[in-house]
């Protein structure tokens, strides 16, 4: 059955310093894959989607990257803020399907 | 313009009662998700319509549950005989048509109790 890792460990770094998210995939062949932000009590919100064709989307300070040979994204922050601290969820959607599969996500916390 | 509204935000009820939950999506968007998410998990499909197409009922995890669109717009989700293990927020999102981008609301969180 297809299978969305993320790290369940939070991630903790400096402001400042980048952060990288890592969304690992197995038993599955996405043609999109989504990246969505949540605060506690809250809905995702939508940042960035890729391609399988596309290697590295970019928006502000972050970037995307999907490597279909390693079935993984990174997911990075540069100059993060403690603003960004949330939790950050992987979603990979196969071609043709409007569906996407919700990773469990990674917490981030950016300390000042 | 208003985002995606659910209602209530907050239901407690009593093991075996039905519940009902609301979602108002964004005006003007076809499609429309029930998710559901447990605490430290992961968000779970439950069903999805788009425009006037047969839903996928797929993700419902038994035949107490059920959904309907009115209109194209307004769902709702009914949860009959409701168990323990129904407790979570249930997250309902919209997108616009062939649109991958999903908006989602704030979710209800529902206690069985």
């Known amino acids: 059955s297809q299978k969305i890792e993320q790290n369940s460990e939070a991630l903790n770094i400096q402001e400042g310093k980048t952060a990288t998210l890592t969304c690992n995939y197995t038993?599955?062949?996405?043609?999109?894959l989504q990246w969505y932000r949540q605060d506690p009590g809250r809905g995702p919100v939508f940042l960035l989607l890729?391609?399988?064709?596309?290697k590295e989307k970019r928006k502000e300070r972050l970037k995307v990257t999907f490597d279909t040979t390693l079935k993984q994204s990174l997911f990075h922050i540069t100059a993060s803020q403690p603003a960004d601290s949330a939790t950050y969820l992987c979603?990979?959607?196969?071609?043709?399907?409007?569906?996407?599969?919700f990773g469990r996500g990674t917490s981030l916390i950016v300390h000042p | 313009g208003a985002g995606v509204s659910q209602s209530p935000s907050n239901k407690v009820t009593e093991k075996g009662k039905d519940v009902e939950l609301r979602c108002d999506p964004i005006s003007g968007h076809t499609a429309l998700y029930w998710y559901r998410q447990s605490l430290g998990q992961g968000l779970e499909f439950l069903i999805y319509?788009?425009?006037?197409?047969?839903?996928?009922k797929s993700g419902l995890p038994s035949d107490r549950f059920s959904a309907e669109r009115t209109g194209g717009s307004v769902s709702t989700l009914t949860i009959q005989r409701t168990q323990q293990e129904d407790s979570a927020v249930y997250l309902c999102?919209?997108?616009?048509?062939?649109?991958?981008?999903?908006?989602f609301g704030p979710g209800t969180r529902l206690t069985v109790t």
């Open positions: 319509f788009q425009g006037n197409s047969a839903p996928d």
């Open positions: 890729i391609r399988e064709n596309e």
């Open positions: 979603a990979p959607m196969g071609g043709g399907s409007y569906i996407p599969t």
């Open positions: 999102a919209s997108s616009s048509d062939r649109a991958y981008e999903q908006y």
């Open positions: 038993n599955y062949s996405p043609a999109y």
